[in-house]
């Protein structure tokens, strides 16, 4: 289980995306001193910069090959990869030693991307720098992003689909619109997890809770990397909880969902046969 020292450069970004959690009014960039303070009292062995959009910043290969130097085993780039559409600009990052890349996708398509971006262009843009980043010839591994809203939940499967003709290694499901059912969107989950793995690429959901996932629970990213994540979200545990064989595991339902909807689409796992293994994994 790979442990990441996450890092934010800034809330600067060339999307304007509808769901950002991370806009602010004021603007926001670490002095470059900061992010290697930040280095310095890092336990982990690699490191993740995220924002905003890392790549707005002139300085980032210098940072990058600061982390090389310090002798970071992996370094991993959070973004919306606009700006590797420019190969230049992601050859001076690759050469620099970054080769792990997580990228966010909106749709299947630039109706749907574009307007959840509220950038024009951006789908283009994004695509382009994946299929840049599929022409390096160095080892890298590309992990696409999907967060899942009202707007987009029924393009869920052609997005996935779209990701995987990309040649991508990873596909992350993230669950992050308290506006959204979880009963509407959970067919689209199974049939994305189903496409995904009928193409043997790996994919995992972020944000969903065991009762949702039942049967799928190994498809769950907090048994790898646990419940903490870059998104910062309140939660809480209800009265169908206490009945249930993952409730010391699981923290329970995001705040501002069980606000909006309620608990009667939640019912407590009374038994699954990843039980064992997932308490054997958390020890």
Not at 44 to 59: I, W
Not at 177 to 199: C, M, Q, T
Not at 226 to 247: A, N, P, S
């Amino acid at each position: 289980m790979i442990r990441y020292k996450e890092i934010f450069l800034g809330n600067q970004c060339n999307n304007h995306c509808l769901h950002c959690l991370f806009r602010q009014k004021n603007p926001v960039k670490p002095e470059l001193q900061a992010v290697i303070n930040a280095l310095e009292q890092a336990e982990e062995d690699s490191v993740a910069f995220y924002g905003g959009e890392p790549t707005l910043r002139n300085d980032l290969s210098g940072i990058i090959l600061a982390v090389k130097r310090k002798g970071f085993r992996r370094i991993k780039l959070i973004t919306n990869g606009c700006a590797f559409s420019d190969i230049q600009f992601l050859l001076e990052i690759a050469n620099a030693g970054c080769y792990l890349f997580e990228i966010k996708i909106w749709g299947s398509n630039p109706d749907i991307h574009d307007y959840l971006t509220r950038t024009t262009g951006s789908f283009r843009q994004t695509i382009q720098g994946i299929e840049n980043l599929q022409r390096l010839s160095c080892d890298k591994f590309i992990c696409i992003r999907i967060p899942m809203c009202c707007q987009n939940y029924k393009d869920l499967e052609a997005t996935v689909t779209a990701a995987l003709c990309l040649g991508i290694n990873r596909i992350i499901l993230q669950f992050q619109d308290y506006h959204l059912s979880l009963k509407d969107v959970l067919p689209h989950i199974k049939n994305a997890v189903n496409l995904s793995i009928l193409n043997r690429v790996w994919i995992v959901t972020e944000g969903l809770p065991f009762c949702i996932m039942q049967g799928l629970e190994h498809h769950m990213s907090e048994i790898y990397y646990g419940w903490d994540t870059l998104f910062e979200k309140v939660f809480k545990h209800h009265q169908y909880c206490q009945d249930c064989i993952y409730q010391e595991l699981c923290p329970g339902v995001e705040e501002k969902y069980l606000e909006q909807f309620g608990n009667n689409e939640f019912s407590p796992v009374k038994e699954t046969k990843y039980l064992q293994d997932i308490l054997a994994f958390h020890g």
